[in-house]
């Protein structure tokens, strides 16, 4: 089945919009309702809700920074980073599903966690997942937006066939 190119462009738009209101809701229950630093064990210690509010970016790298550098580099660059990847799914058609699908959930987690800096002047993060040989640092939806979308676009690049990203752009 063939889609036009308006529809393309409002499922893209729809996928990325649906990925920012996942994470801006959760944030926003997170915020209201657990007290910074509460541990809620939702399944023993292997799912655990908390509330840490991270100025930096993953690990909180930058957050010693500047408010300049900040700026620049956790909220003008990736505004910029976000534009062209949004550009491109939107006038590009020879992507494949899963290469489109990728980056509107990077897309989506990207502005989610952007939103957070420029509102909040930081980041909410609030799950810590602890399966014995899988521990993670704590993170949010939009991480979690973030990773499933640069796995998919990564077994995209790998094994597809149809127009991949890094084929396109990196030529």
């Not at 409002?10 to 657990?34: A, E, G, H």
């Not at 599903?97 to 993060?125: K, P, Q, W």
Request: proline share 1%; aromatic share 8%; charged share 20%.
């Amino acid at each position: 089945m063939r889609i036009t190119k308006k529809l393309r462009i409002i499922l893209i738009l729809s996928l990325v919009l649906v990925n920012i209101s996942c994470d801006q809701i959760s944030k926003n229950i997170v915020r209201n309702t657990i007290q910074k630093d509460q541990r809620i064990h939702i399944i023993k210690d292997n799912l655990v809700l908390t509330k840490v509010e991270n100025t930096g970016a993953a690990y909180s790298l930058g957050s010693d920074l500047s408010p300049v550098l900040k700026t620049i580099f956790l909220q003008a660059l990736p505004i910029v980073v976000l534009l062209f990847l949004l550009r491109q799914l939107l006038i590009k058609t020879n992507y494949s599903r899963e290469t489109i699908i990728g980056f509107a959930f990077i897309i989506g987690g990207g502005i989610g966690n952007l939103f957070d800096r420029i509102m909040y002047g930081s980041v909410t993060d609030f799950l810590i997942l602890d399966l014995g040989i899988l521990r993670t640092e704590i993170f949010n939806l939009a991480d979690v937006s973030i990773m499933f979308g640069s796995i998919l676009v990564l077994i995209s690049a790998i094994f597809g066939q149809k127009g991949s990203f890094f084929k396109e752009n990196l030529q």
